[in-house]
């Protein structure tokens, strides 16, 4: 008896888990990105129709703890973490067909960080990337697939040493463009993060895990 609940605890808390992370992983639809695109406005006729943007970025994008310390204090990551070229429409950079490579080639600079605890990871090689106010990153070369067209999409760590939750950390960039397209340099971009607890889902892990303790002491 005790071990067909123990079961029924167990795979109720794996259901769980699966839901809440498909519920956690679907925004709109899609997980979140940090899009990169022009045309800030929408609007074509407008000033902004050649000046690279950033958009579609959470208000505050949240930063959850590792387990790594580095003194007393513990390494956040934000679970948000890939810069993608922009799928809509009004933002596109330009469209071509398969055959010819778009000119532009994106790189993002590094205008202020609001703590020396806050740094920037390239997940491809785990080194740290702009290293100080002024540095640039290339994003990868345009490249080709039969959906979504040319694209781009890299994927940076958001790390920051950190106390506890609740503390808040803000990073300001600018894009501009290296390439042949002539796309003029964005407004500066500031996003903002936020530690928080543990991900709900390893919560109810531990909810579960506790619940088949105690039935086993029993
Ligand atoms: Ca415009």
């Given at each position: 008896?005790?071990?067909?609940?123990?079961?029924?605890?167990?795979?109720?808390?794996?259901?769980?888990?699966?839901?809440?992370?498909?519920?956690?992983?679907?925004?709109?639809?899609?997980?979140?990105?940090i899009f990169v695109g022009v045309?800030?406005?929408?609007?074509?006729?407008?000033?902004?129709?050649?000046?690279?943007?950033?958009?579609?970025?959470?208000?505050?994008?949240?930063?959850?703890?590792?387990?790594?310390?580095?003194?007393?204090?513990?390494?956040?990551?934000?679970?948000?973490?890939?810069?993608?070229?922009?799928?809509?429409?009004?933002?596109?950079?330009?469209?071509?067909?398969?055959?010819?490579?778009?000119?532009?080639?994106?790189?993002?600079?590094?205008?202020?960080?609001?703590?020396?605890?806050?740094?920037?990871?390239?997940?491809?090689?785990?080194?740290?990337?702009?290293?100080?106010?002024?540095?640039?990153?290339?994003?990868?070369?345009?490249?080709?697939?039969?959906?979504?067209?040319?694209?781009?999409?890299?994927?940076?760590?958001?790390?920051?040493?950190?106390?506890?939750?609740?503390?808040?950390?803000?990073?300001?960039?600018?894009?501009?463009?290296?390439?042949?397209?002539?796309?003029?340099?964005?407004?500066?971009?500031?996003?903002?993060?936020?530690?928080?607890?543990?991900?709900?889902?390893?919560?109810?892990?531990?909810?579960?895990?506790?619940?088949?303790?105690?039935?086993?002491?029993?």
């Open positions: 008896m005790l071990r067909i609940r123990s079961i029924c605890v167990i795979v109720i808390s794996i259901l769980t888990i699966l839901f809440v992370s498909s519920l956690a992983y679907c925004h709109d639809g899609d997980h979140d990105h045309n800030a406005d929408g609007i074509t006729g407008t000033t902004d129709d050649s000046q690279l943007c950033i958009y579609g970025v959470p208000s505050v994008i949240e930063l959850v703890p590792t387990g790594e310390y580095i003194g007393e204090l513990q390494i956040y990551t934000a679970v948000l973490d890939c810069w993608h070229s922009a799928e809509d429409s009004e933002h596109l950079l330009n469209p071509v067909d398969a055959s010819t490579q778009p000119g532009w080639l994106i790189s993002l600079k590094r205008i202020s960080y609001s703590s020396d605890n806050f740094w920037l990871e390239d997940e491809a090689t785990g080194l740290e990337i702009l290293l100080s106010d002024g540095s640039t990153y290339a994003f990868d070369e345009p490249d080709w697939d039969d959906e979504e067209g040319w694209y781009f999409h890299n994927h940076t760590e958001f790390c920051v040493l950190a106390s506890g939750t609740g503390e808040t950390f803000t990073a300001t960039f600018t894009l501009f463009d290296t390439g042949s397209t002539g796309y003029t340099e964005s407004s500066p971009y500031t996003l903002t993060f936020v530690t928080v607890p543990e991900p709900a889902t390893l919560t109810l892990l531990g909810i579960g895990l506790f619940s088949v303790l105690r039935l086993r002491r029993k």
